[in-house]
């Protein structure tokens, strides 16, 4: 095929890479040591891939020692002789919270100039884009009280990353802290890091002290941050006492499906959370889509299930050759839409509907004055959703995503019109495509101006993955770059362009 020219750069990818050392092997496939991999584009004719493990701490113990010994989520491993580097199993604090890993598998994040893999706990690892090389490893309890953190953060015009993590420790006072990575650092202090110049932008308190909610993203519009404190959390006591169970973090979290799911709104010109009270049934959750305000609305998009069953389907004994036919979901990712009136009628009856926009989502107040949202269902079955970043915390029309069946591995990309509620999609028989990545193209003049980039693993080992380009608007093919090698399936990725990459001499 052919390849716009003005695509150049990197497309860097993320995921479970190794899932065996020596005799020991991994409970579940989103434990595996992670794999970083990269495809770099030149003058719209050449594609070049490499991969690499990220040395991790956790990596170079593992190998050293020809086993697993640094725990992971669903896999406790013991015992530990790296506590050297890991210090020891447990830090008595007002909680005990275990030392985590540094396996950052999940996903990739941009800071100031640099380039970091991170995954879910507090420590992130600096990587060279373009050798894959890894370098210094950040722990965020050093800047911030948090013990876990989102693999998901956003950028705001000026370039600098929100994210948030929960905070565990602070005297029995559990709550998620927002924060904010500036991408520059004064003048005089070239030589610091921007972490050194994190500030905590608000924190809100959890609803339960010993159970904090499990959230992997958070949404985002011009003038609030949205976090929904879903019923799916963890047991702060039994994760402290696990590495003695003998039992994997994973089982420590719990969901309760008669519980509510609430919505918090912080305002980040006050930094000060909306004091109405947002709610909705029990749903468990990974990944926003997108959020954006209209008229006095905050209108979110998430892709939701009934329940936990997602996170079981991945433990490798299901993970087996009729992985296809044995494992149904049973819970169907749904993409909803909330619709939440800040601004209302304040005299509004019990059981009115406050939603004054156009939608089939509503928002009933309550007897106790809280209000009760019901979405808009706005599709089902995609999942890993991705939007033109451009559009982030704006009205927007298209979602793009990996579509799945009745399988959580999913086996075609899509491409979503929220308004239209058209489907567009890209699949071939055998192939498992990633999350698909939307890069815009240098003159757009409309939101899906640009391409899709995808990569595809084939069914047969004997197949070569290749790196699918599409067109973002009419979804056709436009060029795929076979690799001959065997490439894993991953999780997350950015593209990297070639402006934002620094000269190879610095």
């Known amino acids: 095929g052919q390849l716009p020219t003005w695509l150049q750069g990197i497309l860097l990818r993320n995921g479970p890479g190794m899932h065996t050392i020596g005799d020991s092997k991994y409970n579940h496939w989103f434990d595996g040591l992670a794999l970083l991999h990269a495809f770099t584009f030149k003058n719209g004719e050449l594609v070049y891939y490499r991969s690499k493990y990220l040395r991790s701490d956790t990596y170079n113990?593992?190998?050293?020692?020809?086993?697993?010994?640094?725990?992971?989520?669903?896999?406790?491993?013991?015992?530990?002789?790296?506590?050297?580097?890991?210090?020891?199993?447990?830090?008595?604090?007002?909680?005990?919270?275990?030392?985590?890993?540094?396996?950052?598998?999940?996903?990739?994040?941009?800071?100031?100039?640099?380039?970091?893999?991170?995954?879910?706990?507090?420590?992130i690892r600096k990587i060279n884009p373009q050798t894959l090389e890894t370098l210094e490893k950040v722990d965020y309890t050093k800047y911030v009280a948090v013990n876990v953190t989102t693999s998901h953060p956003h950028y705001?015009?000026?370039?600098?990353?929100?994210?948030?993590?929960?905070?565990?420790?602070?005297?029995?006072?559990?709550?998620?802290?927002?924060?904010?990575?500036?991408?520059?650092?004064?003048?005089?202090?070239?030589?610091?890091?921007?972490?050194?110049?994190?500030?905590?932008?608000?924190?809100?308190?959890?609803?339960?002290?010993?159970?904090?909610?499990?959230?992997?993203?958070?949404?985002?519009?011009?003038?609030?941050?949205?976090?929904?404190?879903q019923p799916f959390r963890l047991d702060i006591v039994k994760m402290a006492t696990a590495y003695i169970r003998g039992v994997s973090w994973a089982s420590c979290l719990a969901f309760n499906k008669d519980d509510k799911t609430w919505f918090h709104f912080v305002d980040r010109k006050t930094k000060k959370e909306?004091?109405?009270?947002?709610?909705?049934?029990?749903?468990?959750?990974?990944?926003?889509?997108?959020?954006?305000?209209?008229?006095?609305?905050?209108?979110?998009?998430?892709?939701?299930?009934?329940?936990?069953?997602?996170y079981d389907m991945f433990y490798l004994k299901n993970l087996t050759k009729d992985f296809e036919e044995k494992?149904?979901?049973?819970?169907?990712?749904?993409?909803?839409?909330?619709?939440v009136p800040l601004q209302y009628d304040k005299d509004a009856g019990v059981g009115s509907n406050l939603v004054t926009l156009p939608s089939t989502a509503t928002a009933v107040k309550d007897k106790d004055g809280n209000i009760y949202c019901q979405p808009e269902v706005l599709c089902e079955g995609i999942e890993l959703p991705r939007i033109n970043y451009g559009y982030n915390g704006k009205k927007y029309k298209y979602v793009y995503g990996t579509k799945v069946q009745w399988s959580p591995v999913p086996t075609k990309i899509a491409k979503f019109n929220t308004q239209t509620k058209e489907m567009l999609d890209w699949g071939e028989d055998h192939c498992w495509p990633s999350e698909p990545i939307f890069v815009p193209s240098p003159d757009a003049?409309?939101?899906?101006?640009?391409?899709?980039?995808t990569c595809v693993v084939k069914t047969d080992p004997k197949e070569p993955p290749f790196l699918l380009v599409l067109d973002a608007k009419t979804f056709t093919e436009l060029g795929r770059a076979a690799v001959?090698?065997?490439?894993?399936?991953?999780?997350?990725?950015?593209?990297?362009?070639?402006?934002?990459?620094?000269?190879?001499?610095?």
Request: with cysteine; proline share 4%; net charge negative.
């Open 484 to 506: 001959d090698v065997e490439m894993h399936l991953d999780l997350h990725g950015i593209f990297i362009p070639e402006q934002d990459l620094k000269a190879e001499t610095e």
């Open 156 to 229: 705001d015009s000026a370039g600098n990353t929100l994210n948030m993590g929960t905070s565990i420790v602070d005297k029995g006072k559990t709550k998620y802290v927002l924060f904010k990575i500036p991408s520059t650092v004064p003048e005089h202090e070239k030589k610091k890091s921007c972490f050194k110049h994190l500030e905590v932008v608000c924190s809100i308190p959890s609803r339960s002290l010993l159970h904090p909610s499990y959230y992997h993203s958070f949404g985002i519009t011009e003038n609030y941050i949205i976090f929904v404190e």
């Open 445 to 453: 003049r409309e939101e899906d101006d640009g391409v899709i980039l």
């Open 327 to 339: 494992n149904k979901l049973t819970s169907f990712p749904t993409c909803k839409r909330f619709v």
């Open 274 to 310: 909306v004091s109405t009270k947002f709610y909705t049934d029990a749903l468990v959750f990974f990944h926003h889509i997108n959020a954006y305000e209209e008229d006095g609305h905050i209108i979110f998009d998430i892709i939701a299930y009934k329940d936990n069953s997602l």
């Open 61 to 123: 113990c593992n190998i050293e020692a020809n086993r697993i010994v640094v725990s992971e989520f669903g896999t406790m491993a013991y015992p530990d002789p790296c506590k050297n580097i890991f210090a020891k199993a447990f830090s008595y604090l007002s909680h005990t919270i275990p030392e985590f890993t540094d396996n950052c598998l999940i996903n990739i994040m941009k800071s100031g100039d640099d380039f970091y893999a991170t995954s879910e706990t507090n420590f």
